[in-house]
């Protein structure tokens, strides 16, 4: 069995990971070692070790004797150590949640149920680094992927509702302590513009908790994430065209743009999209396209009922469904269709195509 050493499996993603490896039986196929940064020496965690303790996530010597590096470490991490391990002559596979190493040109972005050809060819060819996508890219590829493989996509807009998560674990305490302060608010006795303007007055104090966020999020929202890139657009939003096209290597780039909005939800990334098609589809075969997709694909019927049962955070989250709903034509013209779609970033976002490029390497590598 491959030695595989895993590295961050405490933080939010990585824990997510640890949990499908369980549920898969992965550690049954592995030669499992943990890592830590920081409490070498101590005992590893339940999950199936080939070693009592933790080794030093930051000993290439150790690091070297892997044949397959599984890491949810962060950026910092891998650009630390990533270098010094290559250097070192380690000819090993890397898998890595962090967005590091994804433009780069030797690495492969993975998210197998879209593009598993791509990434069985960069296996043959001798490629080495296996790297998870944006989360948000690969949620709008899990639910209308069928529509990109179909070579229709002219272009896309995604306007995107991200989640708390997204921010990572001191974030969603945050939302909630945020939800604190304004639920103690609540006041049957006052009229609800009085409680209204008690809530306003709250969210604009210098002491309402949002250290993190920079901003009030629970109540509200933030049209902004991460660090802006060149013409106004935040590097989340960047992400979409060059990961998208890097995902399905075309030839002929498909723009995709839009607006990255954080929005009040613990966990689960939704997004309201306006794609352009080249040709005039009928609406069926759209969502036979859809529906197509891959196996989680759950289309969700243009209807109230169905819409507020199935397409929302609350039903998607822990769940690898993928709801897709709201299709339909749009005024723009016959071209124009619009789609909402929502998925846990936790899974199909960050940990799952992780698992599954394990599985791929032990099976075929």
């Excluded at 759950?298 to 299709?327: C, D, H, M, Q, W």
Aim: hydrophobic residues 40%.
């Amino acid at each position: 069995m491959k030695k595989i050493g895993i590295i961050g499996w405490r933080g939010m993603v990585g824990s997510v990971l640890m949990d499908r490896m369980e549920y898969e039986k992965d550690f049954d196929l592995i030669d499992a070692y943990f890592f830590s940064t920081s409490q070498k020496g101590e005992k590893a965690p339940k999950h199936k070790s080939s070693s009592e303790v933790l080794l030093d996530a930051n000993d290439i010597t150790e690091l070297e004797k892997m044949d397959i590096i599984l890491t949810c470490q962060g950026g910092d991490y891998t650009n630390e150590i990533y270098p010094k391990l290559r250097s070192s002559g380690w000819d090993g596979y890397w898998i890595d949640a962090a967005s590091s190493l994804r433009m780069k040109e030797d690495s492969t972005l993975v998210l197998d149920p879209v593009n598993l050809d791509v990434i069985k060819k960069a296996v043959a060819s001798g490629k080495k680094d296996f790297i998870g996508p944006n989360c948000t890219v690969s949620l709008m590829l899990m639910a209308i992927g069928g529509l990109f493989n179909s070579g229709q996509v002219e272009w896309v807009t995604s306007m995107t509702y991200q989640a708390a998560s997204g921010a990572g674990a001191k974030n969603m305490l945050e939302l909630l302590d945020q939800m604190k302060v304004l639920g103690d608010l609540s006041d049957p006795a006052k009229s609800i513009l009085e409680v209204d303007k008690s809530v306003a007055t709250a969210m604009r104090d210098s002491n309402f908790p949002s250290k993190n966020f920079g901003a009030a999020l629970a109540g509200a929202l933030i049209p902004w994430i991460d660090v802006p890139v060149e013409a106004g657009q935040t590097k989340e939003e960047w992400k979409g065209v060059c990961e998208t096209n890097k995902i399905l290597e075309t030839e002929n780039m498909i723009p995709v743009d839009g607006t990255c909005v954080r929005m009040g939800a613990m966990r689960c990334h939704s997004q309201g999209l306006t794609i352009k098609m080249k040709n005039d589809i009928p609406i069926s075969d759209i969502e036979a396209l859809i529906k197509e997709s891959n196996p989680w694909v759950k289309f969700v019927e243009n209807n109230k009922e169905e819409t507020l049962k199935y397409l929302s955070p609350t039903y998607a989250t822990g769940t690898l469904e993928i709801p897709v709903g709201r299709v339909r034509k749009m005024n723009l013209g016959p071209e124009y269709i619009n789609v909402f779609t929502v998925g846990d970033q936790l899974l199909w976002g960050a940990a799952e195509p992780l698992r599954r490029m394990l599985r791929i390497l032990i099976e075929t590598a």
